[in-house]
T-cell receptor
Framework: DQQVKQNSPSLSVQEGRISILNCDYT??????FLWYKKYPAEGPTFLIS?????DKNEDGRFTVFLNKSAKHLSLHIVPSQPGDSAVYFC???????????FGTGTSLTVIP | NAGVMQNPRHLVRRRGQEARLRCSPM?????VYWYRQLPEEGLKFMVY????????ESGMPKERFSAEFPKEGPSILRIQQVVRGDSAAYFC?????????????FGPGTRLLVL
């Protein structure tokens, strides 16, 4: 039962352009969402989060958008850099629970 | 400020042996989570612990797996009588409150290979 879905396993973007990574969820109780970045052989690194009371959160080159009615969030990276090449996971949690539910990840490649 | 630490980073076991994975949370964090990542899959929640308490173990297999977080020392995930299907990356995370939610910070993981 995959409650958080990342339907694009991979994405390639030219350096300097915008990268848009998408994530959908099914549980309407989710109220906190996060994006993690993961390099091979390392643990996930926290990037940015958003609570359900907001629809946008920005941190430098990274912006997360939340569309609660569509149960959809996205991560925008602009401008994309080769060092951004990694696997990106979105995660969600509900205030009533302890678990974080992770998507299966999107592998981003930024082409120099 | 040291991050979440896990050891060993790599662990090789033969079928039937025991595997012990250790996790030290970030300084000041008292909440620990264990996740498992199988090849080509996302992270799957296993268990959530606070000091001396298992809060949620709904993601733990019913047999052979156990976890603890003693008053002193690291959290330990123990897998008894390992089988090949236990081969995976096991990640530990600890949490802090941030922006009204609870962000989890991950360790580098332990890669378990069962021969």
């Amino acid at each position: 039962d995959q409650q958080v879905k990342q339907n694009s396993p991979s994405l390639s973007v030219q350096e300097g352009r915008i990268s848009i990574l998408n994530c959908d969820y099914t549980n309407s109780m989710f109220d906190y969402f996060l994006w993690y970045k993961k390099y091979p052989a390392e643990g996930p690194t926290f990037l940015i989060s958003i609570s359900s009371i907001k629809d946008k959160n920005e941190d430098g080159r990274f912006t997360v958008f939340l569309n609660k009615s569509a149960k959809h969030l996205s991560l925008h990276i602009v401008p994309s850099q080769p060092g951004d090449s990694a696997v990106y996971f979105c995660a969600a949690s509900a205030n009533t629970g302890n678990q974080f539910y992770f998507g299966t990840g999107t592998s981003l490649t930024v082409i120099p | 400020n040291a991050g979440v630490m896990q050891n060993p980073r790599h662990l090789v076991r033969r079928r039937g042996q025991e595997a012990r994975l250790r996790c030290s949370p970030m300084k000041g964090h008292s909440h620990v989570y264990w996740y498992r990542q199988l090849p080509e899959e996302g992270l799957k929640f296993m268990v959530y612990l606070q000091k001396e308490n298992i809060i949620d173990e709904s993601g733990m297999p019913k047999e052979r797996f156990s976890a603890e977080f003693p008053k002193e020392g690291p959290s330990i995930l123990r897998i008894q009588q390992v089988v090949r299907g236990d081969s995976a990356a096991y990640f530990c995370a600890s949490s802090a409150l941030r922006d009204g939610g609870e962000t989890q910070y991950f360790g580098p993981g332990t890669r378990l290979l069962v021969l």
